[in-house]
Every structure is written in structure tokens, then in C-alpha cells.
């Protein structure tokens, strides 16, 4: 359980040294069998401690003093039994995205390896949410949810890292591309 809640711990740092996230946004999880270990809410993901992470039961709402989008991560685990960690960040040129941007992401070489993406609406933390997000789980890599942030999957905190970074890098080239033609 501790080597997990490292985990945890390990990639809210670098998610913040990315420029992923800033310190308080944003929540992490892994699963271990029908539980869930999750970033308690209001903690700050590049200084987090064994504390900051709270147990929870995969199918329980209850869980004191877990983050506000544990459902969401719960509806997740629950769509697909392979996915061992879920990763949600508020990256900044990720979130500039539009479909049509999207198109010219998918072109790149790393488009195939981030998986195809999608970008849904919802207010956090709602149900409506957690089921648009989890709906995508089995069809994309992950999932943009408009003007709020980024949630990613794998089968670890490693996998779900990486699509998120290497979209963030793309989205952020996309992002220099169009000033430097004046599109912005
Ligand atoms: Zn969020």
C-alpha cells in the first residue's frame, strides 16, 4: 500500500514540475483490487505525504476527505479492469485544443502512440461528467473535458503520465505554429 501511495506522491510531483498542473489542482489515483487510493481534496500535488492519499472503496461515494472527482476515477476502474491508474490535470495548451486542432495533433507520429482523444463537456464533479468521462475509456486514450482539464488511463501512473505529457507537448507546438503564422 505505501509503495502505491509513493507512486502517488512521485507523480504529483513531476505532473507540477511539467507545467501539467499547478500545485492544487488536479488529482491522482491508483487501484488495487477493489480499492482505490486517491489525492485527498485541497492537497497540494507536489507536496503530498502518505496522508494526502485517502482509501476508498471502488464502489462506495464515501470515502472522508477524498478528492472531489473521485467518482469519476471510480467510473473508470469500473469500465475496464486493466486500467490500474488514473491522472487528471489541468494542462494549460492541452485545454486550448478544439476539434480542428485535434485532426492536426492526430497527424503527428506521437498522435498514434497518445491513442485518439476526445473532448466532452461537464461540470466538475457532477455524475454527468464522470459518465461522459468514463464512456470514452474503452474507445480513446483519453479524455479533454472543455475549459476544465485532462483525465488519462493506463496501466500505470507511468502510462496515463505519458499521454498526458506527450499531449501537452503537441498541443503546445500547435499552439506556437498558429502565432507564428499570425492565426492568433
Ligand atoms: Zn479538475
Not at 500500500?1 to 498542473?21: D, F, H, R
Not at 476515477?73 to 489541468?90: E, G
Not at 482523444?117 to 457532477?126: A, P, Q, R, Y
Request: hydrophobic fraction near 35%; proline fraction near 0%.
Amino acid at each position: 500500500m505505501e509503495k502505491l501511495k509513493q507512486e502517488i506522491i512521485k507523480y504529483g510531483k513531476k505532473v507540477v514540475k511539467e507545467g501539467l498542473c499547478i500545485s492544487f489542482f488536479g488529482n491522482i489515483s491508483v487501484r488495487s483490487g477493489n480499492k482505490v487510493y486517491i489525492t485527498a481534496t485541497g492537497t497540494i500535488l507536489d507536496d503530498l505525504d502518505l496522508d494526502d492519499i485517502k482509501e476508498c472503496k471502488i464502489d462506495s461515494r464515501e470515502c472522508k476527505g477524498a478528492s472531489s472527482e473521485l467518482k469519476v476515477h471510480q467510473m473508470i476502474y469500473k469500465k475496464n479492469s486493466d486500467i490500474q491508474a488514473v491522472l487528471h490535470t489541468h494542462s494549460f495548451y492541452t485545454l486550448l485544443l478544439n476539434e480542428e486542432d485535434k485532426e492536426r495533433i492526430m497527424k503527428y507520429e506521437f498522435g498514434e502512440f497518445i491513442g485518439d482523444f476526445t473532448i466532452v463537456d461537464g461540470k466538475s464533479g457532477s455524475d454527468e461528467l464522470a459518465t461522459r468521462v468514463s464512456d470514452c475509456v474503452n474507445d480513446y486514450g483519453l479524455v479533454i473535458v472543455r475549459d476544465h482539464g485532462v483525465f488519462s488511463w493506463g496501466n500505470s501512473l507511468k502510462d496515463a503520465y505519458i499521454k498526458i505529457s506527450g499531449l501537452e507537448y503537441y498541443s503546445k507546438l500547435e499552439f506556437y505554429k498558429k502565432i507564428s503564422k499570425g492565426f492568433i
